[in-house]
């Protein structure tokens, strides 16, 4: 078994999920689903819309959750007890997979002529869809103004991935494999570690203009910082992040702020700083900019010319010089000396903590989808082994969580 089954085992002991299945040819894909949720303890029972019982039969979806498989809203046996009300109150969580276009336009439109539509509107429980259909279902406005509506009510959008469909066609929309899906279920049960902080992040690069045209930035493509935004999101943390340029996506939920050089960033951090928990510096300002900026874009004459560079102001210095700071996490990209670095800038700027990550590999850091990084506290150093950013920036912010924790634990016995 590997770590994250068993990560995944504890968040799924004992948890009532209720499996909704729609009719797609990634019906079968459920099946494995179910088997990996009942071998990491979870009860599952299961509701099949009509058209998914010409995908895949609710014997075997039966047999396998070893639970009888609700199929009509209407059925006189069940309905003597409210069948409907009942599941929507037994289910801790309740996961929609495949998602059919049909039914996401059902869920958008509230509607509850079947018994999965009317259990999910009648539950308090979290619900998550994995879409699958052809890349064109997908990619069509409709179904696209429906998934805007369901994540707006909170609802979790699982996927799809993109590659090969059933149909032929090669695009977005194929359903997440079971064990991605278990994984992305889990963290519906973590606990939520930051709910009710307030977290302000910057991310990706800045850019310092030398005329009208041209600039002075860096490689940084603010994977990394947008990772940890979605992590302490998911966290359960209010999140700002304060974004240079960079075209990534980022979720509705959290507030951005989009700003180009270092004293746009500065103007932006300082407007809200006041009222944040925890600040988490992972951009790339720039450490200087030209003096002046040239009205005019600077023509080709001379052979040589001269760029006058003057310091921009350190933004995390700033925040965390200020009277009633945050708790601040700094980043240290660098391509030599790391440790040595990192540390002085955790004293001299004095930091709660610093992540320090070398820049130099071509394979993680700056523009790469995986990273490493060691993380220096007054009294403790923590290495992340080359992972993902995503998963990484999970890692992250729970070390970050649990530091600040203990933070405020010593403040409040001191006070
Ligand atoms: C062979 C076949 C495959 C289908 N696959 C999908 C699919 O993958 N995704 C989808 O959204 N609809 C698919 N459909 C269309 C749905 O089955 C149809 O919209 C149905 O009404 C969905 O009902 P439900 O959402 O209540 O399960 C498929 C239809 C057929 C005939």
């Known amino acids: 078994m590997n770590l994250l089954n068993c990560d995944a085992m504890n968040f799924f002991h004992n948890k009532n999920i209720l499996l909704g299945v729609t009719g797609g040819i990634a019906a079968y894909k459920s099946v494995t689903l179910v088997r990996r949720l009942k071998d990491q303890g979870a009860n599952v029972q299961v509701i099949m819309t009509e058209s998914a019982q010409e995908f895949v039969t609710a014997l075997t ?27 929507a109150r037994w289910a801790d969580a309740i996961v929609i997979a495949p998602a059919t276009a049909n039914s996401m336009a059902r869920l958008a439109g509230g509607e509850a002529g079947d018994l999965l539509t009317a259990v999910c509107l009648a539950s308090k429980a ?74 302000m992040l910057t991310a990706g690069p800045t850019r310092e203009a030398i005329d009208p045209v041209r600039y002075i930035s860096n490689h940084s493509s603010g994977k990394m910082g947008y990772a940890i935004a979605h992590a302490a999101l998911e966290a359960g943390a209010s999140v700002e992040l304060v974004s240079g340029p960079c075209s990534l996506e980022v979720s509705e939920r959290i507030q951005l702020s989009r ?14 700083i006041n009222e944040i928990d925890i600040f988490i510096a992972v951009a790339a300002v720039a450490d200087y900019r030209p003096r002046a900026i040239e009205g005019q874009k600077i023509k080709k004459h001379a052979d040589t010319i001269t760029l006058e560079l003057v310091k921009n102001p350190d933004i995390l210095a700033m925040v965390a010089s200020l009277q009633n700071r945050p708790f601040c996490v700094g980043f240290a990209a660098e391509t030599e000396n790391l440790e040595q670095y990192a540390k002085q800038k955790l004293e001299s700027k004095q930091l709660d903590m610093i992540v ?18 060691t993380v220096f506290s007054a009294n403790s150093t923590t290495e992340f082994e080359k992972s993902t950013k995503t998963r990484l920036a999970t890692e992250l912010i729970g070390l970050i969580a649990s530091h600040y924790i203990n933070d405020e634990k010593i403040t409040e016995q001191h006070e």
């Open 126 to 199: 979290p619900v998550a869809l994995a879409p699958a259909m052809n890349q064109a279902m997908w990619s069509n406005q409709a179904t696209q103004k429906n998934l805007q509506i369901l994540k707006s009510r909170n609802i979790e959008i699982f996927g799809p991935a993109a590659g090969q469909q059933a149909c032929g066609d090669v695009g977005e929309g194929r359903m997440l494999e079971a064990e991605e899906m278990t994984e992305k279920l889990a963290s519906l049960f973590k606990q939520k570690t930051l709910s009710g902080i307030r977290v």
């Open 259 to 272: 700003v180009e050089s270092a004293a746009q960033m500065l103007a932006a951090v300082q407007r809200n």
């Open 356 to 373: 320090a990550n070398r820049v130099d590999k071509s394979d993680s850091g700056f523009n790469s989808d995986y990273n490493s990084a």
């Open 61 to 87: 979806f039966q047999a396998i959750s070893g639970n009888p498989v609700h199929t009509s809203l209407l059925d006189p046996q069940a309905e003597a007890a409210m069948g409907h009300i009942e599941l």
